[in-house]
C-alpha cells in the first residue's frame, strides 16, 4: 500500500468536534493508502513535521486551515526530495480548500481529493517566505491573526467581524511607496496592499474571475481607501466587481515586485491567515512552480492552463 500522513491541527473548527477518526484510516485504505496522522502542538510543528518526514512518503494531507497548509508547503519547499501535498480544509474560512472545490464535509472531500489530480502550483514569495495564497497589509488585516481563538471556537467566522468591530478607528493609515512591477517603476499613496494567487480571499468568492494557478504569475491590488465609508463602499464592490473594475484599486499581474514603504508600516503583513513580523520596509515578491498538490478534478479546468483544451479533447 501507499504511504499518507495527515497532519493535522487540533485547534482547527471541525477537528474540536471529531474524537474518533476511523472514518479517515477506513477511506484512506479504500484508495490504496496506509495513514499516520500527526498532531500539530505550536505554530511551525507542521513544517518540522513536514521536513523530517522520509523520502517514501506518497501523500502529505494538511488538515487544518489556511495556515496549516502554509506550513505544510513552507515545510516541503525547505526539503531536498519533494512530496505530493493536498489540502483537506478543517479550518474557519478555508480560502484555499474552497477555491479549490472542496468543503466543510470533510469525508467527501478526502474521497475528492483522493481520486483527483496532481498539479504543480505556483508558490509566491515575499522576500524568502513562501505564501500559498494572499500576503496583504493594512489596518484591520490583522483580524486574520489577532482574532481570539476563543471567539473563532464559539462563533465561527463571526468571529472575524466580531473583533473586526472592535477594533474601528476613525483613521485610517495611509502609506506613501515606491514600487517596481513589470519593468516599471512608480509613486503612490495608499492603504491596503493585497499580493495574491487565488480567486477567494476572506471567504468572498471570485475575486479574480480569471486566476490560473500554473501560469507564474500572481495579481497586485493597491487600494485607496482613506475613511470607513470608503471601506463599507470596497466591499459591496469586492461582492459585486471583479477587483480590477473597482474604483480607487490600481491592479496588476505580474511574476515580480519591489515595495518600498517611505514610512514604516503601522502593521505587519498577512500571510495565508497568519502574521508575517518584519521590521523591513523593503519587500520583494516572486513566484515558482516548487509545490505538487493533489487536486479534486472539480475546479481544475478552471483553475489550470490547458486543462480547457484537455477536457474537450477527451469529450
Not at 520583494?284 to 478552471?302: A, D, G, H
Request: aromatic share 12%; hydrophobic share 35%.
Amino acid at each position: 500500500m501507499k504511504k499518507s500522513i495527515i497532519i493535522m491541527n487540533p485547534e482547527s473548527g471541525i477537528v474540536k468536534k471529531k474524537n474518533n477518526f476511523k472514518e479517515f484510516y477506513d477511506i484512506l485504505r479504500k484508495y490504496g493508502y496506509e495513514a499516520e496522522i500527526k498532531f500539530t502542538k505550536k505554530a511551525k510543528d507542521a513544517t518540522r513535521i513536514v521536513k523530517d518526514l522520509p523520502n517514501d512518503i506518497d501523500l502529505v494531507i494538511s488538515a487544518g486551515g489556511d495556515g496549516t497548509l502554509n506550513e505544510v508547503v513552507r515545510g516541503n519547499i525547505e526539503r531536498s526530495h519533494k512530496l505530493t501535498l493536498a489540502d483537506l480544509p478543517m479550518g474557519t474560512t478555508n480560502d484555499v480548500g474552497t477555491m479549490y472545490g472542496l468543503s466543510k464535509d470533510y469525508l467527501k472531500s478526502l474521497e475528492l481529493l483522493l481520486c483527483g489530480k496532481k498539479k504543480k502550483i505556483d508558490i509566491c514569495y515575499i522576500n524568502e517566505t513562501p505564501f500559498v495564497y494572499i500576503a496583504c497589509l493594512g489596518d484591520y488585516i490583522d483580524m486574520a491573526y489577532n482574532t481570539p481563538r476563543e471567539l473563532k471556537k464559539k462563533y465561527g467566522k463571526i468571529a472575524y467581524i466580531i473583533y473586526g468591530l472592535k477594533q474601528l478607528r476613525n483613521k485610517i493609515h495611509m502609506y506613501d511607496i515606491k514600487y517596481k512591477v513589470n519593468g516599471k517603476e512608480y509613486k503612490g499613496r495608499y492603504s491596503f496592499f493585497f499580493i495574491t494567487n487565488t480567486s477567494r480571499i476572506a471567504g468572498i468568492n471570485d475575486i479574480y474571475y480569471d486566476v490560473k494557478l500554473d501560469d507564474n504569475m500572481f495579481e497586485v491590488a493597491f487600494a485607496k481607501i482613506e475613511t470607513k465609508k470608503d471601506m463599507l463602499k470596497m466591499l459591496f464592490y469586492f461582492n459585486n466587481k471583479d477587483v480590477k473594475e473597482i474604483p480607487g484599486i490600481i491592479y496588476y499581474q505580474t511574476d515580480s515586485l519591489e515595495i518600498e514603504f517611505l514610512n514604516s508600516p503601522k502593521s505587519s503583513w498577512c500571510i495565508d491567515g497568519e502574521e508575517y513580523k518584519s521590521t523591513m520596509t523593503k519587500f520583494n515578491f516572486r513566484v515558482e512552480k516548487t509545490t505538487t498538490m493533489l487536486l479534486p478534478k472539480e475546479n481544475i479546468s478552471k483553475l489550470f492552463e490547458g486543462e480547457q483544451y484537455e477536457e474537450n479533447q477527451k469529450e
